[in-house]
C-alpha cells in the first residue's frame, strides 16, 4: 500500500487541535510536548486560572492547575520549538494558499506576541490554619468512611463464607469422628475427593473465563472500525499508560462506594464473580465517561455524593438492560440465532469545524468529503453565513461562475468542493452516560443518517419531492412538497426533483422510517427536456380535479387552496387541493359559489379560502411550477368579525403618496380599505348590509397584496430569538413591503411576514 503523501500527513501535524487550523506562533508544553498556536494557549490558560480562582473550594497545595488540552497532562512552562516552527515554514513556503491571512493575524496578534507569558499568575488567597484544619479533617473523616465501608463489604462476604465452611467443617468432623472407627480409609478417600471437586471447579472457573474473553473479542470485532472508535481506543490506551498511580487512585474513587458493592452483592451474583463484576462494571464506567469533569485527585463531599449517585444510576441501567435482554433470550430461545451478541455502535458526535458548536449530529449540518479526511463539518448557521470548508467558491451557481472565471487563469486547477447536507435522527431509546449523552447504541448510526435535500424553510428531509429554485441563494435553494402546496415557499418557479441515483433499476433507494414519500399525483419525466441533476431527476405531476374527479394536465393551469385536503387522497395533507379549470366558473354558474366570491373576485374555495392560480411550464430540467395568480388581497389581508354573524369584513392597506410637507411620515401614508364579505360563499354581501356606502365602491385588492415588491442584494439571517424579523437569502423576492421608518421594511417571504433592514433589499417597478 502507497503511503500518503507527506504534505498530507504534514499538515495534520502542524494543525493546532484547540482551534482546528493551521499553527501560529506555536508553542511547545512541557513536559508532554504537544504543541499549539501561542493565542490559543493563551486563552486556554486564562480560562483555567479563572476556573481555579473562582472555585468554591481552590485546589490544594501542589494539586496541577494548568494542563494539555489534549493530554491534560499538568504544564509547568511552555517553550518555542525550532524545529517545529522550521517545519511550519517550510510548509508555509510550499503552499503559500495556507496560510492565514493578514486579518487573522492581526487578531491573533492582539492576544499573542512572541515572549509574552501564557501561564497567568493565580490569584487565589491563601488559606488560614482554621481552614486548612477543617479541610485535613474532612479528607480524613472521608478516608476512614472509605476504608469503613470496604472493610464491611468483604468482610459481609467474607464472615458468611466463613460461617457456611464452618458449618460444612464442623459437620464434616462429626461425621468424620463417627465414621473413623468403622473405615479408616475413607478419610483419606474424602480428602482425595475433595481435592478432586475443588480442581474440577477451578477448570470450570478457567474455562468459562477463557469463553467469555473469547466472545469479547468477538464482539469488537464484529463492529465497524470507525475513526471515533480508533480515537476513544487510542485515548484509552493513553489514558492508562500515563502511569500506575492514576490508575490505582481510580480504582479506589470507584471501588470504595459502599453503594456499588451493596448493589452488586445484593444482586445474583456469586461471590466468585463480585470482582469480575466489579472489573466489567468499572470498564463500563470509564467508556461511558461517568468520571468526566469530576477532580478524582481532589474529591471532597459534594464530589463523593455526585459520584455516587453516577455510579448507582449507571448500574441500575446497567441491571434493567441485563434483566431485558435475558427475558428476551428466554422468549427467543426456539430461534437459531438466540445466543447471538448485540453489536454496540459508538454515536457520532459531530463538532462544527467553524464555530467549535459541539454535538451537531442531530440537527441539519454540511460536510465535505474531502477536507480533514471527509471530518469537515460546520453547522447550518455557518453555511448560510458563508463559511464553507478549506476549498469552496460559495452557494450554487454563483460558485461554479467563481470557479469558471479562476480556471480562465490557471486550467490545472481543481473543481471546488462540494458540502452535502446531512443530518442523524436521534435513537429510540433513551440516551444515558456523561450529561445525558448515548457513547454506545444497538441501532446502526447510518440507518438513521439523512442525506441530500432538505426544505430551506422547515427544514425536513425532502429526497423524495424537492421543490428546487434557481434564483434564492444562486440555485441552492429549495422547499418540500408541504411546504409548496401550502404558499410557504418563494415566488420564483420551481422545478420538482426526487433522489434517484444512477446505478438505481427503477426501485427507490431504502429510506429510514420517517423519511417523507414521493406524492402519488407525481411521477418521474421522461423526455428529451427531462436533464438530472446529480442523483436527482425531475418530476411530472398530473393531479386530479377534488370537483369532477378527471386528471389534470401539467400544462392547464388549476385553482389551488393553501388549507383545503383532497377526498380522493387517502391521509390527505392541507394544500393538498385543486379545482380545474372547467369546473370552477360552473360552480359560479351555478350559484354554488357567488360572482364576488368567484374567479373575478376573491376567488374562494367551496370552504371559503382565497385560493392561487397555479401551472407548469416547460423550461431548462423539466416543467416548472409557476404562481399564474396569487392570493387576491396577498398575505396582509386581514379579517375581522362584525355584528352581522353572517358576514367578514376584509381590510387591507394602501400607499397613498402625499406632499412630504404635509405628512409627517416622509410622505408615505397607508390608507385602510376594507370590504364586507358573507362567510357562505355562494352568498353575496350586499351595499345594503354595508355600515357606509363608501365600502360599496371599494374594489378588490390586487393579486399578491399590496406594497412595494423588491429583490434581495444581499442574504439576511436573524438571530436567534428575533421572530419578528424576516430571514431571505440572496436573490429572495420579497413582497407587500411597506416603510416602517426609513432603515426598516416590513415585507413577506415564503409565506411569512416580518421585518428587515432596508439597504437589503432592491426595490422593483410595480410595487402599488
Not at 502511569?243 to 461471590?271: F, K, N, T, Y
Not at 434493567?320 to 427475558?327: I, K, L, P, V
Request: hydrophobic share 30%.
Amino acid at each position: 500500500m502507497d503511503s500518503p503523501r507527506p504534505a498530507v500527513d504534514l499538515e495534520k501535524e502542524l494543525t493546532c487541535s484547540i482551534c482546528t487550523e493551521l499553527l501560529y506562533q506555536p508553542l511547545t508544553l512541557l513536559d508532554c510536548l504537544h504543541t499549539f498556536c501561542g493565542a490559543c494557549l493563551k486563552e486556554w490558560f486564562s480560562w483555567q486560572a479563572a476556573a481555579a480562582e473562582n472555585a468554591q473550594s481552590p485546589p490544594a497545595p501542589g494539586a496541577p492547575v494548568f494542563t494539555c488540552p489534549a493530554c491534560r497532562a499538568p504544564v509547568r512552562d511552555t517553550r518555542h520549538n525550532a524545529t517545529v516552527a522550521t517545519l511550519l515554514d517550510m510548509f508555509l513556503a510550499a503552499n503559500p494558499d495556507k496560510a492565514k491571512t493578514d486579518d487573522e493575524k492581526e487578531e491573533m496578534n492582539k492576544k499573542y506576541k512572541p515572549g509574552d507569558r501564557v501561564i497567568p499568575k493565580l490569584n487565589i488567597a491563601e488559606k488560614t490554619p482554621e481552614q486548612r484544619r477543617l479541610e485535613e479533617e474532612e479528607r480524613r473523616l472521608i478516608r476512614e468512611v472509605r476504608e469503613l465501608s470496604l472493610r464491611e463489604a468483604v468482610a459481609g462476604s467474607g464472615a458468611s463464607q466463613s460461617s457456611s465452611r464452618r458449618r460444612r467443617d464442623e459437620s464434616r468432623s462429626g461425621e468424620g469422628r463417627t465414621r473413623r472407627s468403622r473405615d479408616p480409609s475413607r478419610e483419606s478417600r474424602n480428602t482425595e475427593t475433595r481435592a478432586r471437586d475443588t480442581r474440577e471447579r477451578e477448570r470450570r472457573r478457567q474455562a468459562a473465563d477463557e469463553e467469555n474473553r473469547r466472545r469479547a473479542e468477538q464482539n469488537v470485532l464484529l463492529q465497524p472500525e470507525t475513526a471515533s472508535a480508533a480515537e476513544s481506543r487510542r485515548h484509552r490506551s493513553e489514558s492508562r499508560q500515563r502511569g500506575d498511580d492514576a490508575s490505582e487512585m481510580r480504582r479506589r474513587h470507584i471501588e470504595h462506594q459502599s453503594s456499588l458493592r451493596s448493589l452488586i452483592s445484593s444482586s445474583d451474583v456469586g461471590s466468585l464473580d463480585i470482582e469480575r463484576e466489579v472489573e466489567e462494571f468499572a470498564r463500563q464506567i470509564q467508556e461511558e465517561g461517568l468520571l468526566d469533569g469530576l477532580d478524582l485527585d481532589n474529591i471532597d463531599l459534594t464530589n463523593n455524593d455526585e459520584l455516587s449517585r453516577r455510579i448507582t444510576e449507571a448500574y441500575r441501567r446497567r441491571q434493567r438492560e441485563r434483566s431485558r435482554h435475558e427475558t428476551g433470550r428466554r422468549s427467543n430461545a426456539s430461534s437459531p440465532g438466540h445466543q447471538r451478541q448485540r453489536q454496540l455502535y459508538p454515536e457520532p458526535s459531530i463538532t462544527c469545524s467553524r464555530c467549535g458548536r459541539e454535538h451537531i449530529e442531530y440537527e441539519l449540518y454540511y460536510n465535505c468529503t474531502t477536507c480533514k479526511d471527509g471530518d469537515w463539518n460546520i453547522c447550518l448557521t455557518c453555511y448560510r453565513q458563508g463559511k464553507g470548508c478549506l476549498y469552496w467558491f460559495g452557494f450554487g451557481d454563483a460558485g461554479w461562475a467563481k470557479w469558471e472565471a479562476a480556471r480562465k487563469t490557471d486550467p490545472t486547477l481543481p473543481e471546488p468542493h462540494r458540502l452535502w447536507a446531512v443530518r442523524y435522527l436521534q435513537p429510540k431509546r433513551i440516551p444515558g452516560g456523561a450529561e445525558g449523552r448515548k457513547t454506545l447504541t444497538t441501532e446502526d448510526p447510518e440507518a438513521r443518517l439523512q442525506s441530500g435535500a432538505f426544505c430551506a424553510r422547515c427544514l425536513v428531509w425532502a429526497n423524495e419531492c424537492y421543490w428546487r429554485c434557481g434564483v434564492c441563494n444562486d440555485a441552492d435553494w429549495g422547499f418540500c412538497n408541504d411546504c409548496v402546496n401550502q404558499g410557504r415557499s418563494c415566488t420564483h418557479p420551481l422545478l420538482p426533483l426526487t433522489y434517484q441515483p444512477a446505478q438505481s433499476t427503477g426501485t427507490p433507494p431504502q429510506s429510514p422510517p420517517r423519511s417523507p414519500i414521493r406524492p402519488s399525483s407525481a411521477s418521474i419525466m421522461t423526455g428529451p427536456n427531462a436533464l438530472s441533476f446529480g442523483s436527482f431527476r425531475p418530476l411530472t405531476f398530473t393531479t386530479r380535479c377534488d370537483i369532477c374527479r378527471v386528471p389534470i394536465p401539467p400544462a392547464q393551469s388549476r385553482y389551488h387552496c393553501y388549507w383545503c385536503v383532497s377526498s380522493l387522497v387517502p391521509d390527505s395533507k392541507p394544500g393538498d387541493y385543486d379545482i380545474c379549470q372547467r369546473c370552477y366558473p360552473s360552480l359560479v354558474a351555478t350559484k354554488t359559489i357567488s360572482v364576488e366570491n368567484g374567479p373575478d373576485g376573491w376567488r374562494r374555495c367551496p370552504q371559503g379560502h382565497r385560493m392561487v392560480v397555479v401551472g407548469f411550464q416547460d423550461g431548462k430540467g423539466g416543467q416548472w411550477r409557476n404562481v399564474v395568480q396569487d392570493l387576491v388581497g396577498g398575505r396582509k389581508l386581514q379579517i375581522a368579525n362584525v355584528d352581522d354573524a353572517a358576514l367578514l369584513q376584509y381590510y387591507w392597506y394602501e400607499l397613498e403618496e402625499r406632499p412630504q410637507e404635509s405628512s409627517t411620515e416622509k410622505g408615505h401614508h397607508y390608507a385602510r380599505r376594507e370590504r364586507l364579505v358573507a362567510k357562505d360563499v355562494s352568498a353575496t354581501a350586499t351595499p345594503a348590509a354595508s355600515p357606509s356606502a363608501a365600502n360599496a365602491v371599494v374594489p378588490f385588492p390586487p393579486d399578491g397584496g399590496t406594497g412595494w415588491r423588491a429583490t434581495a442584494r444581499w442574504a439576511w439571517y436573524p438571530a436567534p430569538g428575533a421572530d419578528d424579523e424576516l430571514l431571505f437569502p440572496r436573490g429572495a423576492e420579497i413582497r407587500e413591503i411597506e416603510d416602517v421608518n426609513g432603515e426598516w421594511y416590513h415585507g413577506v417571504y415564503m409565506g411569512t411576514k416580518g421585518l428587515f433592514p432596508a439597504p437589503y433589499v432592491r426595490i422593483l417597478d410595480g410595487g402599488s
